[in-house]
């Protein structure tokens, strides 16, 4: 099973909740970090990293010599990563507007566009306990975020429970994130901005087709607005977290909350029990 742990907006407890769970589960356990831009859930698992793999994307480079400047390159990328002056007999090739869709290397009569690497990032793989955890981290600059949120779920193993640490939002990155994930978590906070985005999150998953719960951070401390959407949508509620400063605390320093405190190992258990009914057919 892959569970896939998202929400509509940051500082909503995604992570903890991910990080959290993982560590709860018995046996082994992978954990997925796909907040490429920024990776945070080692700050809690503090899992030695043990491999490194640099990622690139096949972008274009244009040969000026071989080029006729008919200009098929540029009519097919969307993205305006290739330029073609024909008066001045220069064909430009923009790297970092490129979505690696090799679209310009299929439709270039003359083999003019050549194959050159752009780097975006890296895969991580450490392991703490009975958790593998597997991190992408994007490099500085880089805007292109899901060719390697894709080579990290391609880790995921086909046999026994993968955790997704997915990024907030509902952007690309999210929907790249999601795509293999058999049920969705949402974390949400009863706030006006916990429930405008939770609203996006849950449309984005609905559309993909994916089974979602809703986990309410910090529940004591807003409305029943939340659970107002959720009953309206149909969308259960698995799990309700009240805010404790306790809590607060030892996030802030960076610890597991399931080996801290007893009872959030007991909350995560639960989760995943209440997970597995997502799953179950009616």
């Known amino acids: 099973m892959i569970i896939a742990v998202a929400s509509g907006k940051g500082g909503t407890g995604k ?3 991910a990080v959290n769970l993982a560590m709860a589960l018995p046996g ?10 920024e990776p945070n859930a080692n700050l809690f698992l503090r899992a030695a990293v043990t491999e490194r793999e640099e990622v690139h994307m096949e972008v274009p480079l244009i040969d000026n ?6 200009g098929k390159c540029r009519e097919i990328c969307r993205f305006n990563a290739v330029a073609i002056v024909p008066e001045t007999r220069v064909a430009l090739a923009f790297p970092e507007l490129c979505h690696g869709c090799g679209g310009c290397f ?5 083999g003019a566009v050549l194959d050159s690497r752009r780097l975006l990032g890296v895969v991580e793989k450490g392991k703490r306990s009975t958790v593998k955890l597997v991190q992408g981290r994007l490099r ?12 990290v779920v391609a880790q995921a193993e086909e046999t026994g429970i993968t955790v997704v640490d997915a990024p907030p939002g509902t952007s690309c990155p999210v929907v790249t994130s999601l795509r293999r994930a058999d049920c969705a978590v949402l974390v949400t906070e009863p706030t006006p901005f916990g429930l405008n985005d939770l609203e996006l999150a849950a449309g984005a998953v609905r559309k993909m087709g994916i089974p979602a719960g809703i986990v309410v951070n910090r529940c004591d401390v807003g409305d029943g607005r939340i659970r107002d959407f959720a009953r309206r949508e149909g969308i259960p ?8 400063r306790a809590v607060a605390e030892a996030y ?11 009872r959030w190992k007991e909350r995560m258990l639960h989760l995943h029990s209440r997970i597995q009914g997502l799953l179950v057919p009616e």
Not at 29 to 37: A, G, I, M, N, R
Not at 65 to 70: P, S, V
Not at 106 to 110: G, L, M, R, T
Not at 140 to 151: C, F, N, S, W, Y
């Open 252 to 262: 802030a320093r960076g610890e597991l909350l399931v080996e801290r405190f007893p």
């Open 15 to 17: 992570t903890t909740v």
């Open 237 to 244: 509620i698995l799990l309700e977290i009240p805010f404790d």
């Open 140 to 151: 500085v600059g880089e805007a292109m975020a899901p060719p390697l949120i894709r080579k």
């Open 106 to 110: 299929a439709v270039c009569p003359e």
């Open 65 to 70: 010599q071989a080029c006729t400047y008919c």
């Open 28 to 37: 082994e356990v992978q954990l997925l970090d796909c907040d490429v831009e």
